[in-house]
C-alpha cells in the first residue's frame, strides 16, 4: 500500500512540473505558486504512507538532537580557528623544509 501512496504523491507534482513548462507564457510568479502548492500536496499525500511517517520522525528528532548540541563560545572559536592556522604553518614550513632536502639529495645524486 506504501508504494501506491507514494507513487500517487508523485503525481501532482509531476503535473506540476509539466504544466509550468506547458504555461510558459504565463507569470512566472504563478507558475512557480503552483508548483509550491503541488509540492505541499504532494509532501501531504506522502506523510500517510509509512515510509513518510518514519520520515516525518525522523526529522523531528534530528531537530530535538540538534537543539541538545552545545555550541562553542566565540572565544572557544577562535582560539581553535587559531590552534589550526599555527598548526598548517608548522606543517607546511615542516614540509617545505622536507622538499628542499630531498631537492638538495636528488641534485647531490644526479650531478
Known sequence: MDKVIL??????????IGGFYYFGDESLLLRVIGLLIAAGLSVVIALRSQ?????ADF????????RKVVWPT???TAQTTMFVMVAVVIMGFCLWMLDM?????VRFLTV
Open 74 to 76: 566565540r572565544k572557544e
Open 59 to 66: 526529522i523531528k528528532e534530528a531537530r530535538n538532537e540538534v
Open 7 to 16: 507513487t500517487l504523491a508523485v503525481i501532482p507534482i509531476a503535473a506540476a
Open 101 to 105: 632536502f630531498l631537492s638538495w639529495a
Open 51 to 55: 515510509t513518510g511517517r518514519a520520515t
